[in-house]
């Protein structure tokens, strides 16, 4: 197995634990208001796509532990860390500890301990910025970001629970884990040229993000994939309240035919298609027949 290390900070009632929860622990928004503060540190191990094991460490904000993380725990924290994710209350109280707090997780942890790591923070509870203010609040952090990084490299992503802006973010960031990734994106672009396809997607199976997907005709909603996670996701997990498996659906009308079916043990597939008159077990047969060579790439 492949094992990723991963670190997630943030000051306290930042939201890592939340959308922690809602990505790996299939939590819904509103059931993440009944989690408690995270003391100290939680460590969990999160199996992604079977053949990649995230070591998730969800470090405590408070100031105190903040502290005792650089002074103390950092040599532990930040060594071996591919990944550090730092999460951002956009409507923080204090943004100039947020900030002093982001700079010495920088210089004490992943300067000395893990400077190859990717860096990505996550600006978060964008929801509850004015929808008009948004793009010039979420500008204006970012830069002040990048300034306090440097000389490191970052990625930031406008975020909040109650929208797909968390599955892009979290999309994104998992997919650049998967190795093999390159392969699975180039074969998917095959795949979904031989069937003539509008475009294919593969989802892994128990969060539902999007780990790789190829589209052959121009869509105008940039933010489809991750509405579609979060439908579905919701979908299976109601199929679980009432005792039963969600494995494919299929939905038509006059413009497309979508199909989502269960493709390899770790993820689905979904494909697109403006021929709404194109027959189900066709495109069923087509899916059954690249199982196989898919199964070995993932």
């Known amino acids: 197995a492949v094992v990723s290390t991963r670190s997630t900070g943030g000051r306290s009632e930042a939201g890592k634990t939340s959308m922690r929860s809602i990505i790996f622990a299939n939590?819904?928004?509103?059931?993440?208001?009944?989690?408690?503060?995270?003391?100290?540190v939680e460590q969990s191990n999160v199996r992604f796509l079977d053949n990649l094991?995230?070591?998730?460490?969800?470090?405590?904000?408070?100031?105190?532990?903040?502290?005792?993380?650089?002074?103390?725990?950092?040599?532990?924290?930040f060594s071996?860390?591919?990944v550090l994710i730092f999460v951002f209350d956009v409507q923080s109280s204090d943004v100039k500890k947020d900030l002093?707090?982001?700079?010495?997780?920088?210089?004490?942890g992943i300067l000395k301990h893990s400077r190859d790591a990717k860096i990505y923070c996550l600006i978060h509870k964008m929801d509850l910025i004015p929808k008009a203010q948004r793009e010039e609040v979420f500008t204006a952090r970012r830069s002040e970001l990048e300034f306090l990084s440097k000389p490191l490299q970052i990625t930031c992503f406008a975020t909040s629970i109650w929208d797909e802006t968390l599955y892009n973010a979290w999309s994104t960031i998992m997919s650049l884990l998967i190795p093999n990734s390159g392969a699975l994106t180039h074969?998917?672009?095959?795949?979904?040229?031989?069937?003539?396809?509008?475009e294919v997607l593969l989802f892994e199976k128990?969060?539902?993000?999007?780990?790789?997907?190829h589209m052959r005709k121009e869509h105008s909603d940039p933010n489809r994939f991750e509405k579609i996670s979060n439908i579905i996701k919701q979908?299976?997990?109601?199929?679980?309240?009432?005792?039963?498996?969600?494995?494919?659906?299929?939905?038509?009308?006059?413009?497309?035919?979508?199909?989502?079916?269960l493709f390899t043990s770790n993820m689905y597939i979904m494909v697109v298609t403006s021929d709404s008159m194109v027959c189900s077990d066709a495109v069923k047969m087509n899916i059954n027949t690249a199982k196989r060579f898919f199964k070995e790439l993932s």
Do not use: P
Not at 100 to 108: A, P
Not at 206 to 213: E, G, M
């Open 27 to 40: 939590y819904i928004a509103s059931d993440t208001r009944r989690l408690g503060a995270t003391i100290e």
């Open 53 to 77: 094991v995230l070591n998730i460490w969800d470090c405590g904000g408070q100031d105190a532990f903040m502290d005792t993380f650089f002074t103390t725990q950092a040599d532990i924290l």
């Open 80 to 82: 071996n860390v591919q």
């Open 100 to 108: 002093e707090v982001f700079q010495s997780c920088i210089e004490t």
């Open 187 to 198: 074969n998917l672009k095959k795949f979904a040229d031989h069937i003539d396809a509008n």
């Open 206 to 213: 128990a969060t539902f993000l999007v780990v790789a997907h």
């Open 235 to 261: 979908f299976k997990m109601s199929c679980t309240k009432m005792q039963s498996t969600f494995t494919s659906v299929e939905i038509r009308n006059k413009k497309f035919a979508a199909y989502i079916d």
